[in-house]
């Protein structure tokens, strides 16, 4: 192995190897984000889906078919569809969140308005689903439907769980499971579904991403506390956000009676 390969990224070193079915995956999120009849549709989606993302999740899709051997057409479908679910949960997130920058630019709701973030999000809902659904394969429909579902069910328990102290890592690692690292492992499990793998493997490709998610998680949590705007996101957004995330539940956990004031 040369330096330079030594030296890059391990995503972007994935990138490198599945360079043309991310290709393939790029053109079919640009013609499948069209509207006819709703220009507003592709402009919203674009600035998002064209601002520099890495495409981890799709990537995730594309290798674990790859690794099992798949040589259809439909991990190209899949991956597209994953990316269509996670841009939809984003567009969502910063309405939810009243974020104003995603990945370094300012967000849709901001740029547009939050009637379109969240119609645009549904309509990328819309779509992944009709993607799912061109794969003929009921046991992929089943698997990422679940994943859309316990996304939504893990936004919804960090509302009640976010602002009260009480929470603890057990019911944190509940909701990064859910709102993080379904879709990883989701996007995993799809690979290997698609490529007609026993259920061992696929099982062990859905752990993989589910702990692959967990770990995504944990770092972008800690980061809001010591990263830099280089990460494309508002250093501090979680604290100001009042989102009790693991460092703060490991803080609260070791604090004194006057460090729990101020955290009350």
Known sequence: MSLDIAATKPHERLAAALSDDLTAVNDMIRARMASEHAPRIPEVTAHLVE???????????????????????????????????????????????????????????????????????????????????????MRVLDILANASATIAEGEVLQLTAAADLATTEEIYFKVVRGKTAALFSAAMEVGGVIADQDDATVK???????????AFQI??????????????????????????????????????????????
């Open 51 to 137: 601002a520099g993302g890495k495409r981890l999740r799709p990537m995730l899709t594309l290798a674990a078919a790859r690794m099992c051997g798949y040589d259809g057409p439909y991990h190209v479908h899949l991956a597209a569809t994953v990316e269509f679910i996670h841009t939809a949960t984003l567009l969502h997130d910063d309405v939810v969140d009243e974020s104003n920058q995603r990945r370094g630019r300012p967000t849709a709701n901001l740029l547009w308005d939050n009637t379109s973030s969240v119609l645009v999000g549904d309509y990328l809902f819309a779509r992944s689903f009709q993607l799912m659904v061109e794969t003929g394969s």
């Open 204 to 214: 062990a490709l859905f752990d993989y991403g589910d702990t692959l998610g967990i």
């Open 219 to 264: 770092v972008d949590d800690l980061l809001d506390y010591g990263g830099t705007t280089a990460t494309g996101k508002n250093v501090g957004d979680d604290f100001r956000e009042r989102k009790l995330t693991l460092p703060v539940i490991r803080a609260i956990a070791a604090a004194d009676d006057v460090e729990r004031d101020f955290w009350t």
